[in-house]
């Protein structure tokens, strides 16, 4: 039986062949994840034999792993803010960059007086934005809504784990939303261009959904029909946040520069790169 040390350092130089991004720490995050104990923990354990059922579970994994999936999805879950969220391949991996969308939205939102107001998470995905928001403004109204199916499902799963009342709402952007208004909206849209699609590093390109990746032929779509259509569907004052992408944000002030907006703001990720757009509506 070999033991945990000598499984990490085998397993980190097969991915590292394998050319997978940070080969030693993903065979750690697998393996304490296989094992339910903390990364940490394994070099408090560095000795401990692991069993053949052990080293067989695992080797399936790392097996994955080197054919490029994302250790997020083999694991089915990720932590976002103080929430946990499971994740498969019908919805995006969250990102840093997402998670810094949810705390910026959190600390504007809480300086507003929302108790009881409705707040709806487009394009939810997994659900963490929408989830992470209530769960620290636990007195909004939440709807999550996804034109996939499956992709709300997940959603749903993560309320139901992380104990957060929600409706959920399956549809194409604001069609399901027809005569109802909102105080706070929340959008991670699709917005990679076509080309740029071509182009992802092959993680995310073969295996994240190409449904929540791809915005159009500009990778804008999506912006210019929020310009349209969503004012209608929002209450005075109302406040909107999206996450954009790195190179769109011009695009993306001229979309929204004639609408109903009372102010925007365009604020940048820990790289400097203006990832955010907030929006108030008049």
């Not at 695992?58 to 976002?80: D, S, W």
């Not at 919805?91 to 929302?114: G, W």
Request: hydrophobic share 40%; charged share 30%; net charge negative.
């Amino acid at each position: 039986m070999k033991s945990i040390g000598e499984v990490l350092k085998l397993s980190a130089e097969f991915l590292e062949e394998r050319k997978v991004d940070r080969p030693r720490r993903s065979a750690e995050e697998l393996l304490a994840h296989l094992l339910g104990v903390r990364r940490l923990d394994l070099y408090m354990q560095f000795d401990r034999p692991l069993i053949e059922s052990e080293l067989a579970s695992f080797r399936e994994i790392l097996k994955k792993r080197a054919k490029g999936e994302p250790a997020e999805y083999l694991m089915g879950e990720v932590e976002f803010l103080d929430c946990r969220i499971k994740i498969n391949r019908s919805v995006l991996i969250p990102r840093p960059e997402t998670e810094i969308l949810a705390d910026l939205s959190f600390k504007k939102m809480k300086s507003r007086d929302l108790a009881g107001k409705h707040l709806w998470d487009l394009c939810t995905g997994s659900g963490c934005l929408g989830i992470a928001l209530k769960k620290k403004l636990p007195d909004l109204n939440l709807t999550l809504s996804d034109l996939s199916p499956e992709a709300l499902a997940v959603a749903r799963e993560n309320a139901k784990l992380n104990g957060v009342e929600a409706a959920f709402e399956l549809g194409d952007l604001l069609v399901p939303f027809k005569g109802r208004k909102a105080d706070a909206v929340v959008c991670n849209p699709p917005y990679i261009s076509e080309g740029e699609f071509l182009n992802l590093d092959p993680s995310v390109r073969d295996f994240e959904p190409r449904l929540a990746l791809v915005g159009g032929e500009r990778g804008t779509e999506y912006y210019e029909r929020l310009n349209c259509e969503l004012p209608l569907f929002l209450n005075p004052g109302a406040l909107v946040f999206f996450e954009i992408g790195s190179m769109q944000a011009g695009a993306v002030k001229e979309i929204f520069s004639k609408g109903p907006w009372a102010e925007f703001e365009i604020q940048s990720d820990w790289a400097g790169h203006p990832r955010f757009f907030f929006l108030e509506k008049q």
